[in-house]
């Protein structure tokens, strides 16, 4: 080998420039820290904490050989859609549009709907995405608390709807990060009462009792937005929304002509077709998730709060020492500590495989 040449000294970006050009507001940011997790137990991010299997491995390994990696891929990423439309059970007759991940469909939404002077409005606490996106296309962000339970504050969001106008309002169905599932009478009221278009952000479906999917063609302003992410696939970036197509049409303008990669398009097909897997991990999940609530409902001073997610949110005497407890016996989770007034002292457990929840409520009996 060839000795290297040393590297020229880097240009530095005069600060000064950089401080005249970039956004004020995105100047303030700090950039979205995702934690390192190497050699731990991750229950940080509501990943399915599940291998898959060897042979399904090779079936997955067969698919991407074949893929042409020096073309650009499908555009419309056609057969994906097929596959989603039939894993769902979605006829024609409603709009679908995939995003890489659910996130980019928050951005496509937002950025379709930011016409200057817009509103989005949303329940806080709730996915910080909405605000961040919010933010980031100049549309300005309206919050209704949740009340003290975390329960929808449904008599504020009316109000705050017949004063603000939303041209968007963000609903986490169930929400994140406090797991519960906001009653559906709630939803239809504000879905009747909102003047633009209502997202349901359905990212945790597989593990909650209800859906507005099947009920899409009752609300012409209603999109619901999904991903793939919690059911297994999380690595692949795969979002979806489904509303009436002229929403749809609208959102596709705003979409980056390849944004689903060829690769995803391949492999989510194949594992959107193991229903039976899929179906057994989630059922698997959420009866861990049973076991989880009440173990931890039984450490002195813990409060756990109604979950319908592959997560539990649960308020901790003292959730720093609980956090770094933890974190020195190799387990990650979130804490949410700071992040609201309504998120004093909570932490954020995803639900892990039956090994990893043991190894979790081994370490807290012991910090107890
Ligand atoms: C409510 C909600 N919406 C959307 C997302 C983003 O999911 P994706 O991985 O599809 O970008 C998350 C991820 O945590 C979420 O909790």
Avoid at 139 to 151: C, D, I, S, T
Avoid at 177 to 188: R, S, Y
Avoid at 271 to 290: M, V, W
Wanted: contains cysteine; proline residues 8%; glycine residues 8%.
């Amino acid at each position: 080998m060839n000795a290297r040449a040393p590297a020229p000294a880097l240009a530095r970006a005069p600060a000064d420039v950089v401080g005249a050009v970039v956004r004020p507001e995105i100047r303030a940011l700090s950039a979205y820290a995702v934690a390192k997790a190497e050699g731990l137990i991750k229950l940080d991010a509501m990943e399915n904490p599940f291998p898959l299997p060897e042979a399904l491995r090779a079936k997955i390994a067969e698919a991407v050989a074949a893929v042409p990696v020096n073309r650009y891929p499908d555009g419309g990423a056609d057969a994906l859609k097929a596959a989603l439309r039939h894993s769902i059970g979605l006829t024609d007759a409603a709009g679908l549009i995939l995003g890489n991940g659910s996130d980019e469909l928050i951005a496509i939404i937002t950025v379709a709907l930011a016409k200057p002077g817009a509103v989005m409005l949303a329940p806080e606490p709730s996915f910080v995405m909405y605000r961040m996106n919010a933010l980031y296309a100049g549309m300005r962000f309206v919050g209704v608390p949740l009340e003290a339970g975390f329960a929808l504050d449904t008599g504020a969001m009316l109000a705050a709807i017949d004063e603000h106008r939303p041209a968007l309002i963000f609903l986490a169905y169930p929400n994140n990060p406090t797991g519960n599932l906001f009653p559906a009478a709630d939803i239809e009221r504000i879905l009747r009462a909102a003047p633009g278009l209502v997202v349901l952000d359905e990212a945790y479906y597989a593990f909650a009792d209800a859906s507005f999917l099947p009920r899409i063609a009752e609300f012409p302003n209603l999109l619901v937005l999904r991903t793939v992410s919690k059911i297994g696939m999380a690595g692949l970036r795969l979002g979806y929304a489904v509303a009436a197509p002229e929403w749809t049409d609208e959102l596709n303008k705003v979409r980056q002509p390849y944004n689903l990669n060829a690769l995803t398009q391949v492999v989510a097909p194949v594992l959107l077709a193991e229903r039976g897997l899929l179906a057994e991990q989630a059922g698997i999940l959420k009866s861990e998730r049973g076991r989880l609530n009440a173990a931890l409902a039984a450490l002195p001073g813990v409060t756990v709060f109604p979950t319908q997610t592959n997560f539990v949110l649960a308020r901790f005497p003292d959730a720093p020492r609980a956090f770094a407890g933890l974190r020195a016996a190799g387990i990650l989770v979130k804490s949410l500590h700071g992040w609201h007034p309504l998120l004093e002292h909570c932490l954020r457990i995803t639900v892990g495989t039956p090994a990893e929840n043991d190894a979790l409520l081994a370490a807290l009996t012991q910090l107890h």
